[in-house]
Nanobody, 123 residues
């Protein structure tokens, strides 16, 4: 069992930066693929980024490539999402998720989810 708690969301102006954190509990955290997803009002949940268990492989949706960076610190049981050059269309609730499988952008492949943190980007 893994429990996930996100933090770091907030209100930022377009062009600004935020760093989201996801603290995981559970001894097997280090073996999980971790992902970030987001959901804007009235829209379906969308994949943002994922990272494999070691941190050596990452995967991004096209709209955030070059602006967002996913990383993890297994000693701290934490995965991060550094978001730069934020745009109003990045506004959403961001959730982290854990998967026992390989790197994936499909929400159905993730077994555990956090509650989410709100990110609002003003124009």
């Amino acid at each position: 069992q893994v429990q996930l708690v996100e933090s770091g969301g907030g209100l930022v102006q377009a062009g600004g930066s935020l760093r989201l954190s996801c603290l995981a509990s559970g001894r097997t955290y280090k073996t999980y693929t971790m992902g970030w997803f987001r959901q804007a009002p009235g829209k379906e949940r969308e994949f943002v980024a994922a990272i494999n268990w070691s941190g050596g492989t990452t995967y991004y949706t096209d709209s955030v490539k070059g602006r967002f960076t996913i990383s993890r610190d297994n000693a701290k049981n934490t995965v991060y999402l550094q978001m730069n050059s934020l745009k109003p269309e990045d506004t959403a609730v961001y959730s982290c998720a854990a998967s026992t499988g390989i790197l994936s952008g499909r929400s159905g492949d993730y077994n555990y989810w956090g509650q989410g943190t709100q990110v609002t980007v003003s124009s």
